[in-house]
C-alpha cells in the first residue's frame, strides 16, 4: 500500500528562523509526484511547492524549498525566514504517476512564535 | 476568480439523518476529487470525476455515500443514513488536468458534525 507518513505532529519555531518538516513515503513506483499543502486557521488548503520524482534537483519556491531524497523515500519542506502568516497545517501529498488522486500523511501544524 | 467553493460550511445532522455536501469547482476544471478528514487523522480520498464521469471511487468507504456531478459542473455528495463515523471535513478539490501535473485547488471544506 503506498503511504504517506508525517513523523511530527506539532512544531513550532521563532519568527525568521528556519524550520523543517518531515515527511516520508513508500511506494513501489518510479515515476510519481510530491506535493506539500499548507491550511491556514480557517481557510482552504492552498499548495506550497511540487516536486518530479523523476527530477534530481530539488524543488524550490522563495523562502520554501525541499530535500528531496528518492532512495530514502523523503520529501522534507524546509522555511526559511519563518513569518507569522506561515502558521498553519502543512500537509504533504504523494501522486502516482497512473492516478489523479493524492494521498496525505497526517499533517504538521505549525506555529511561528513573534 | 472565484475559487472551489462548499457548501455548507457546517453541518449537524442526527444520526440516520439525509446530508448534501455541494461543491462548486472553479470553471472550466474538468478533474473534481472529494476528500475527507476524520478525527484529526490523514485526508482521505473518496473520488474522482473527470467532467460527469467516475474516474475513480475506490475510496468511496460504503454504499451510504452517493457522489453526482450532473452536467459536469457543481458536484454533491450525499450520505444516507449518516452514521457517527460519518463526522469530519469534507474537502473538494479541482484542477484543469489531473492533479499530478498541475495544481489542485481546494474549498475551505464542510464540517460534519453527526450526533
Known amino acids: 500500500a503506498q503511504t504517506v507518513t508525517q513523523s511530527q505532529p506539532e512544531m513550532s519555531v521563532q519568527e525568521a528562523e528556519t524550520v523543517t518538516l518531515s515527511c516520508t513515503y513508500d511506494?513501489?513506483?518510479?515515476?510519481?509526484?510530491l506535493f506539500w499543502y499548507k491550511q491556514p486557521p480557517s481557510r482552504q488548503m492552498i499548495l506550497v511547492i511540487r516536486?518530479?520524482?523523476?527530477?534530481?534537483q530539488n524543488a524550490t519556491e522563495n523562502r520554501f524549498s525541499v530535500n528531496f531524497q528518492k532512495a530514502a523515500k523523503s520529501f522534507s519542506l524546509k522555511i526559511s525566514d519563518s513569518q507569522l502568516g506561515d502558521t498553519a497545517m502543512y500537509f504533504c501529498?504523494?501522486?502516482?504517476?497512473?492516478?489523479?488522486?493524492?494521498?496525505f500523511g497526517q499533517g504538521t501544524t505549525l506555529q511561528v512564535k513573534p | 476568480e472565484a475559487g472551489v467553493t462548499q457548501f455548507p460550511s457546517h453541518s449537524v445532522i442526527e444520526k440516520g439523518q439525509t446530508v448534501t455536501l455541494r461543491c462548486d469547482p472553479i470553471?472550466?476544471?474538468?478533474?473534481l476529487y472529494w476528500y475527507r478528514r476524520v478525527m484529526g487523522k490523514e485526508i482521505k480520498f473518496l473520488l474522482h470525476?473527470?467532467?460527469?464521469?467516475?474516474?475513480?471511487e475506490s475510496g468511496m468507504p460504503n454504499n451510504r455515500f452517493l457522489a453526482e456531478r450532473t452536467g459536469g459542473t457543481y458536484s454533491t455528495l450525499k450520505v444516507q443514513p449518516a452514521e457517527l463515523e460519518d463526522s469530519g471535513v469534507y474537502f473538494c478539490?479541482?484542477?484543469?488536468?489531473?492533479?499530478?501535473?498541475?495544481?489542485?485547488?481546494f474549498g475551505q471544506g464542510t464540517r460534519l458534525t453527526v450526533v
Open positions: 478539490a479541482s484542477s484543469q488536468v489531473k492533479v499530478r501535473t498541475t495544481e489542485a485547488f
Open positions: 511506494t513501489s513506483e518510479s515515476n510519481y509526484y
Open positions: 516536486q518530479e520524482a523523476y527530477k534530481q
Open positions: 501529498a504523494f501522486c502516482p504517476s497512473n492516478t489523479g488522486k493524492l494521498i
Open positions: 470553471s472550466g476544471h474538468d478533474n
Open positions: 470525476f473527470v467532467k460527469e464521469s467516475k474516474q475513480d
